[in-house]
Structure formats: C-alpha cells, structure tokens
C-alpha cells in the first residue's frame, strides 16, 4: 500500500480549502486585492526564464518538488506563483543547509518517492507527466491521507516562506512576496554574507575545528 493513502482518512472539506482561505486564515491577506501588476509579473517572468538552472534543478527529484510547489500555489496573471516567488530555491538552501532538520529533508524525498509510486499505479507514469488535471487529482488525492496531508502541509510552509522571507536567502524573488502582501519588512535587511544560514555554517565549521 502506498503510504500516502489507505490509512488515516482527512475530512475532505478541510483537505481543499484554497490558496486564498488558507491565507487569510493564516493571516496573511488581510483586505488586501491579492492582485500584483501584470506588467512586473511579466518583467520578472522574463528575467527568470534568461537564467541558466542550477545543475541541482536538473534533477528530477527537484523537478518534481518544484511543479508540486506550484500546483500548491499555481501563477495566475496578476498573482505570483511559487515559481516566481523562488520556491524551490528557498526550499533548497533551506533543507540543504548544514545545521537543517534532516527529518524535514529526508520527508520530502521519501514524499517524492511515495508520489511517484502512487501516480506509477494510477497513470503508468511519473508526477512530472501527468497533465496538469491529473497532478491537480494525485494532489487532492494525496491529501486525503495523514502522511499525504502532512509532507504537503511541510511544502505549502517552506513556500510560504519563501513569499515572506528578504529576498537574500533566496525567494521572495525582488520582494514580489512583500509587494503583493503589501508588507513592509524590517531594516535593515541582512547582507549576502551574513545570513543566519551562512553565519550557522561558519559556527559549525569553527566548532568542528576547535
């Protein structure tokens, strides 16, 4: 049995509520148009698709992370979508981390894993070739079950971050996240080099010297 479903049934109704109700339940919206400029969403959609992928986003393990990703928070014209926001950047540097919870990481493979194995005995095929209706349906599907609810909950919150978090840990791409929420973030801002990320790796790297 996959361990995405069979076992430890959700209601259904809490498995599908929206992007926009679970935001505003969480809130993060407020009164706000959750609407972005058209035209700066698509000046950064180009700006994206001029740069190289990093070799890791060739893998299909993070392939599959990153369409996941924005099926949980698809684009829309004028809304930002996890690919815009940097999503999976985020959640790459995130879990990729030297002092980061390896449980969190080692769910999401497994979960990427138990993924493909699902859509393998429903299509005959891989998440990443299945239609958009279809990732849509394993999704819904997924969620259904208390291990499928939770590895897409730990997704849906590494994504939030990633809307929230300065842009200089990777998502957030140009503060689209900020500027959609309308947030004003705190100054000043960390530098490249001083990130909490970098600053646990140098600790860890003096404290494995001394």
Known sequence: MNDFIGHNKVDSETA?????????????????ALTYPVSALSELRQLKNKQAL????TEPTWQ??????????????DIP????????VYLHRAIE?????GEDKDFIFRGVGWLDGLTQDRYKKSFLQLTPEQQQEIIEVIVN???GRNWVSTLLTYTLEALLMDPVYGGNK??????WLEHKPGYPAPTADKTW???LQRRYRSTSKA
């Open 81 to 88: 979508g996890a690919e815009d926001i940097g999503a999976t």
């Open 145 to 147: 079950s208390s291990a």
């Open 64 to 77: 599959t992370l990153a369409q996941v990703q924005e099926v949980l928070f698809p684009a829309a014209d």
């Open 97 to 101: 981390n030297l002092k980061a919870d």
């Open 16 to 32: 599908s509520i929206s992007r926009r109700e679970f935001m505003r339940r969480m809130g993060l919206l407020g009164s706000i």
């Open 54 to 57: 990093a070799d890791w986003q």
């Open 197 to 199: 990320d970098l600053l």
């Open 174 to 179: 140009k503060g689209v996240g900020w500027k």
